[in-house]
T-cell receptor
Framework: AQSVTQLGSHVSVSEGALVLLRCNYS??????LFWYVQYPNQGLQLLLK??????LVKGINGFEAEFKKSETSFHLTKPSAHMSDAAEYFC????????????FGKGTKLSVKP | DAGVTQSPTHLIKTRGQQVTLRCSPK?????VSWYQQALGQGPQFIFQ???????QRGNFPDRFSGHQFPNYSSELNVNALLLGDSALYLC???FGRGDDRNSPLHFGNGTRLTVT
């Protein structure tokens, strides 16, 4: 069965600093992995996804993530944090079933200090 | 191009009551999935509808039921509400049954349900 673990429920960085949000997954089949962002009182917006091929995935708003099979990780990074990046971030794995629903981690709330 | 729209945005109900939440998928999408997001948690999959049938279901009791209409819109019904049903209910749409595991979900802004 697939599962997702996000390390750190709350991460705080200074504006301009590196953002690193950690995600580890468990999957018995090649995983399809996603990062979503949720701003207050809004739904989820897709940041990036890994399906097959290149292990370094670039997404919107300057975010990227690297799929590391040996470490079963899919950490999200951004070189320089901006105040507008403050939000909650969710890592998700798509199940192996044909309908492919998502299994989400518990989320990491990112705070950006001026 | 309208995205996923949900109504109402907020709802307050009393324990034991029944509630219906509505979702219109993104234009061109024919599959609707529902998720429950409790406070401080990630979304949890409730069920998915395609061709007006429930195709997959998560670990939710029968009190949770749904429907999909010919225009692909969908309803989520919850009977005999419990305090623990208080959550943000998210609707997500996609194209196809999801056999293409690349097909991303597009989420609505959700309905905030409070059960008192």
């Amino acid at each position: 069965a697939q599962s997702v673990t996000q390390l750190g429920s709350h991460v705080s960085v200074s504006e301009g600093a590196l953002v690193l949000l950690r995600c580890n997954y468990s999957s018995s089949v090649p995983p399809y992995l996603f990062w979503y962002v949720q701003y207050p009182n809004q739904g989820l917006q897709l940041l990036l996804k890994y399906t097959t091929g290149a292990t370094l995935v670039k997404g919107i708003n300057g975010f990227e993530a690297e799929f590391k099979k040996s470490e079963t990780s899919f950490h999200l990074t951004k070189p320089s944090a901006h105040m507008s990046d403050a939000a909650e971030y969710f890592c998700a794995v798509r199940t192996g079933g044909s309908q492919g629903n998502l299994i989400f981690g518990k989320g990491t709330k990112l705070s950006v200090k001026p | 191009d309208a995205g996923v729209t949900q109504s109402p945005t907020h709802l307050i109900k009393t324990r034991g009551q029944q509630v219906t939440l509505r979702c219109s998928p993104k234009s061109g999408h024919d599959t609707v999935s529902w998720y429950q997001q409790a406070l401080g948690q990630g979304p949890q999959f409730i069920f998915q509808y395609y061709e007006e049938e429930e195709r997959q279901r998560g670990n939710f009791p029968d009190r949770f039921s749904g429907h999909q209409f010919p225009n692909y819109s969908s309803e989520l019904n919850v009977n005999a509400l419990l305090l623990g049903d208080s959550a943000l209910y998210l609707c997500a749409s996609s194209f196809g049954r999801g056999d293409d595991r690349n097909s991303p979900l597009h989420f609505g802004n959700g309905t905030r349900l409070t059960v008192t």
